[in-house]
């Protein structure tokens, strides 16, 4: 019920108006006024759940969920959110990353700036935002990989933006260590070091593999 905020007024008055809650005091006013979020509070749930378990835990509260409120809880939040946190990035980044590759480029290179550029004008002196730089970190691991453990499964769904030519790093699953994940040229590579531990199980899209110590899986991207 609250009034929207004329966006382009206060862009024109002010231009960078990350620190919207900030102006708005000067002028005797409040974002509580108005339909304005500092950051994405609600979408939140998007970076934190997918939407399997988001559908499950609202499910069990006895309410109805459509997979398809989440890109229209997207477009509504990101238009009303004036980012005034670094964190902001890191989360709009990747609930566009399924959605908006190239947004969701440019949204990740603006956290990599945050502390580099002192995109707050003079935070940077005070202490470095670390959570958005292991927030971008995650990105590139988790974010664009569409990596997920599900229970003993582990699932991957890359979706890499195309600026992003090639990724590469290790994680540790169920006593193996130094699985190597690779994507580059189109592909994707999953390298099992050689060990005695149990065979691990993967997934890919509609694939489904196992892989014990020492084999590899490669598939090519859609």
Known sequence: ?????????????????HRLDRILEAEGD??????????PDVLML????????????????????????????????LARTSHGSTLSHVVDSWVL???????????FQAALES??????????????????????????????????WQGDLLRLNPLIPAPLTELEFTLRHRR???????????????????SDAPPLRIAHGENLVELAGGQSYEARLR
């Open 1 to 17: 019920r609250l009034p929207e905020l004329d966006w382009q007024t206060y862009r024109s008055r002010y231009g960078d108006i």
């Open 30 to 39: 409040s974002t509580n006024n108005y339909k304005v979020s500092k950051q």
């Open 46 to 77: 998007f970076f934190m759940l997918s939407s399997e378990e988001l559908g499950g835990l609202l499910d069990r509260l006895g309410y109805h969920f459509d997979p398809k409120a989440i890109p229209t809880n997207i477009d509504y939040y």
């Open 97 to 107: 990353a399924r959605s908006n590759r190239p947004e969701a480029w440019s949204i």
């Open 115 to 148: 502390d580099i550029a002192d995109t707050q004008g003079g935070t940077t002196a005070e202490g470095i935002h670390l959570g958005a730089m292991a927030g971008t970190v995650d990105l590139l691991q988790r974010g664009f990989t569409g990596i997920e």
């Open 176 to 194: 193996h260590w130094g699985i190597t994940v690779r994507i580059a040229d189109g592909h994707l590579q999953i390298t099992i070091p050689a």
